[in-house]
């Protein structure tokens, strides 16, 4: 199972754009990377999934280099409502196993 | 949009007492899922759940525990004996399917607190 390691926590200001990158150096070859969000006494909401390159929805952005042996969540201009865990997780099958996640913190 | 709800939101319990948590899934997903996130800690994995049986478990997920599909919508988590330690968020998932791309969606998770 591929270990993932992500900051633990990072700030922000109002209307910057926040990359939160995650290094998975043992990722599988048929692993995708996956990241969720997490607001205090809420369940996990999926943002995003790739395998390779760039992916990029109404959310956010997900980079991964050719190695993909790391990959940047990009949040385009946060808002205060954007604070929340962020988790990067490789999962193969459909046992998520979390780690401990970013911590963002958006201030005005 | 479809959403997993559980219930309750809050359920508090005397230890030795056994609780029931309920999940009514997104209709037409196939896979269901219980994780549990301990005040402050990650969220760990419990059990996925399809076709009537439990596909994975992990090593929480014992003697004391047990999932159940009682009906065509509801997807339930039992822990028969409470323990202290089982005070807890406990989240509900669902999938439309398992395979490695698919995203699962989560419910709003029962606070479980045993006293």
């Known amino acids: 199972l591929a270990k993932t390691t992500q900051p633990i926590s990072m700030d922000s200001y109002e209307g910057q754009e926040v990359n939160i990158t995650c290094s998975h150096n043992n990722i599988a070859t048929n692993d995708y990377i996956t990241w969720y969000q997490q607001f205090p006494s809420q369940g996990p909401r999926f943002i995003i999934q790739g395998y390779k390159t760039k992916v990029t929805n109404e959310v956010a952005s997900l980079f991964i280099p050719a190695d993909r042996k790391s990959s940047t969540l990009s949040l385009p201009r946060v808002s205060l409502s954007d604070t929340a865990v962020y988790y990067c997780?490789?999962?193969?099958?459909?046992?998520?196993?979390f780690g401990g996640g970013t911590r963002l913190m958006v201030k005005p | 949009e479809p959403e997993v709800t559980q219930t309750p939101s809050h359920q508090v319990t005397q230890m030795g007492q056994e609780v029931i948590l309920r999940c009514v899934p997104i209709s037409n997903h196939l896979y269901f899922y219980w994780y549990r996130q301990i005040l402050g800690q990650k969220v760990e994995f419990l059990v996925s759940f399809y076709n009537n049986e439990i596909s994975e478990k992990s090593e929480i997920f014992d003697d004391q525990f047990s999932v159940e599909r009682p009906d065509g919508s509801n997807f339930t988590l039992k822990i028969r004996s409470t323990k202290l330690e089982d005070s807890a968020m406990y989240f509900c998932a669902s999938s439309p399917r398992a395979d490695r791309t698919d995203t699962q969606y989560f419910g709003p998770g029962t606070r479980l607190t045993v006293l």
């Open positions: 997780l490789v999962a193969p099958g459909n046992m998520l196993t």
